[in-house]
């Protein structure tokens, strides 16, 4: 049962192109979507969150859209760069101030951005 | 540098071995995790300690245990390998409540032949 459905699988954008990675959940009770970056070898890091009380949010190249009533997030990527070429996860939870907070990941987008 | 430290970086196990998979935080975070991360499968959760002397199991928990050893060290055992357990391990810490990121280790890489 996958909660969170992540496509693409993969993706090929031009430099300075704009890559977009879609996302979609069930649960309803999810009230905190990030997105992480991860790069071969490593463990994956948070690149950008959003909660659902807003609909965008930009931190540099990095924007997340927040559709509640289709229950769908996306991660754009403007001005594409060699160096964003990683493999991209979203995921979805619920905060419980006092309880750990599970993540429910997407399955991931292999990015590579081309010169 | 602050964050969450796993050890090995990789093993070879043989069906039947058995093995434990060490982490450790040093950020003081009350909230850690146990994820495994296979090949178009995502990372999916083991099992979490919501806090020091708590363990609960998560997605895909058969064939593991853990133990909260204290609040820097939560450890992932295996106690007899078989070859689904191919895969790569990741660790994480949160600080319950607050709208931060998890905190991933570096992995590891677990092969069972």
């Known amino acids: 049962q996958q909660q969170v459905k992540q496509s693409p699988q993969s993706l090929i954008v031009q430099k300075g192109g704009i890559s977009i990675i879609n996302c979609a959940y069930e649960?309803?009770?999810?009230?905190?979507f990030p997105w992480y970056q991860q790069f071969p070898g490593k463990g994956p890091a948070l690149l950008i969150a959003?909660?659902?009380?807003?609909s965008e949010k930009k931190e540099g190249r990095f924007t997340i859209s927040f559709n509640k009533s289709a229950k769908q997030f996306s991660l754009h990527i403007m001005d594409s760069q060699p160096g964003d070429s990683a493999t991209y996860f979203c995921?979805?939870?619920?905060?419980?101030?006092?309880?750990?907070?599970?993540?429910?990941f997407g399955t991931g987008t292999r990015l590579q951005v081309t010169l | 540098n602050a964050g969450v430290t796993q050890t090995p970086k990789f093993q070879v196990l043989k069906t039947g071995q058995s093995m434990t998979l060490q982490c450790a935080q040093d950020?003081?975070?009350?909230?850690m995790y146990w994820y495994r991360q296979d090949p178009g499968m995502g990372l999916r959760l083991i099992y979490y300690?919501?806090?020091?002397?708590?363990?609960d199991k998560g997605e895909v928990p058969n064939g593991y245990n853990v133990s909260r050893l204290n609040k820097r060290e939560f450890s992932l055992r295996l106690e007899s390998a078989a070859p689904s357990q191919t895969s790569v391990y990741f660790c994480?810490?949160?600080?319950?409540?607050?709208?931060?990121?998890?905190?991933f280790g570096s992995g590891t890489r677990l092969t069972v032949v």
């Open positions: 994480a810490s949160h600080e319950q409540g607050e709208n931060y990121g998890y905190t």
């Open positions: 649960n309803t009770a999810f009230d905190y």
């Open positions: 959003i909660r659902p009380d807003v």
């Open positions: 995921a979805a939870a619920r905060f419980v101030t006092g309880t750990a907070s599970k993540l429910t």
């Open positions: 950020m003081n975070h009350n909230s």
């Open positions: 300690s919501a806090s020091e002397g708590t363990t």
